[in-house]
Each structure stands twice: as C-alpha cells, then as structure tokens.
C-alpha cells in the first residue's frame, strides 16, 4: 500500500509564497506521473470537483492550469520520493484545498498504485 501525505497549507497574506510538499510512501519503488489539484470550498470531497493545478510526468514534462500558469512550480525529488508545488503571488482565488494524486510503481515487476492523499488546505487573506 501507498500513501501520498502532503504538507506546507495554511493561512498567508495575497502576494506571498508556499510551498506543499507531498511525500510518497509504503510500498513506493519510484514516482510515476505525479500531479497536484485543488478543490474549492463548498464543492465537498467528489474528485470530479478537483481542478488540475500542475502535473509532472515521468520523463521530465510538466503541465499547468491557465489560472496558475506562470505563478506555481511542480517540482520532484525522486530520491525523497517528494513532489513539491512552489505557489508565489498568491491570490485570494487560490483558497482552496490541494490533493496530491499520483501514480507510483510499487516494485521492481511494474505494479502501480494510483491514488489521492488526504489534503492541505491553503487560505490566501485578501
């Protein structure tokens, strides 16, 4: 079994920085394509609700939601099993809570894991 926990959430001022961290582990041999998605409040916990903020691929590719494009950063450390998301100039529209979700190859056959982890609210004051 996976486990995806992130970390880094809280209340911060428009105009500031975080950075959410989301650790890979259990049975995690290496990272596959590793993506973080934010769900408004209100909206509940329906996955389907979850909007892609950045996902980075296994062979280096990163992609980004138009909203955050050129704001945030997905960054990995495959060695810490560790996917970060660097979010500067925050904005109040930002609130929300951030899921990690990736798949991981779990060992050395090529058997995956898929899966979300819990998530970490982010609040961003105007």
């Known amino acids: 079994q996976v486990q995806l926990v992130e970390s880094g959430g809280g209340l911060v001022q428009a105009g500031r920085s975080l950075r959410l961290s989301c650790a890979a582990s259990g049975s995690v041999f290496s990272l596959n394509d590793m993506g973080w998605y934010r769900q408004a409040p209100g909206t509940g916990r329906d996955v389907n609700q979850r909007?892609?903020?950045?996902?980075?691929?296994?062979?280096?590719?990163?992609r980004y939601g138009a909203s955050v494009r050129g704001r945030f950063s997905i960054s990995r450390d495959n060695e810490k099993n560790t996917v970060y998301l660097q979010m500067n100039s925050l904005k109040p529209e930002d609130t929300a809570t951030y899921y990690c979700?990736?798949?991981?190859?779990?060992?050395?056959?090529?058997?995956?894991?898929?899966?979300w982890g819990q998530g970490t609210q982010v609040t961003v004051s105007s």
């Open positions: 979700n990736g798949l991981v190859t779990t060992d050395s056959y090529g058997s995956t894991w898929y899966g």
């Open positions: 909007e892609l903020v950045a996902e980075s691929t296994n062979d280096g590719r990163t």
